[in-house]
């Protein structure tokens, strides 16, 4: 069963979760949106094994965007990692 909200967040999920994911350090959010991409690419594999193709195929997808993503703010963190102060969180 998915849930309609973070459980282990405190804040407004709809609202502040995407802000405060924006403003985490680049590398950590190419983390998340990786192991993001890996659960909806298991999901999918669970979808097409329970026979539900159309979803399997969409979520496949959107695991692939998701790690397409994820690269992207990696080569942006190559960018700003350099600029980066020391001691920084």
């Keep these: 069963m998915h849930d309609k909200k973070v459980e282990k967040y405190d804040g407004d999920s709809d609202l502040e979760l995407p802000n405060d994911l924006r403003?985490?350090?680049?590398?950590?959010?190419?983390?998340?949106?990786?192991?993001?991409?890996?659960?909806?690419?298991?999901?999918?594999?669970?979808?097409?094994?329970?026979?539900?193709?159309?979803?399997?195929?969409?979520?496949?997808?959107?695991?692939r965007k998701l790690l397409k993503a994820s690269k992207i703010i990696k080569a942006a963190w190559k960018i700003c990692s350099p600029y980066m102060k020391a001691g920084m969180k």
């Design 23 to 63: 403003n985490l350090r680049y590398d950590v959010l190419e983390q998340i949106l990786q192991n993001l991409s890996l659960y909806i690419y298991q999901d999918s594999i669970n979808d097409l094994a329970k026979g539900r193709k159309q979803l399997a195929y969409r979520l496949f997808h959107a695991s």
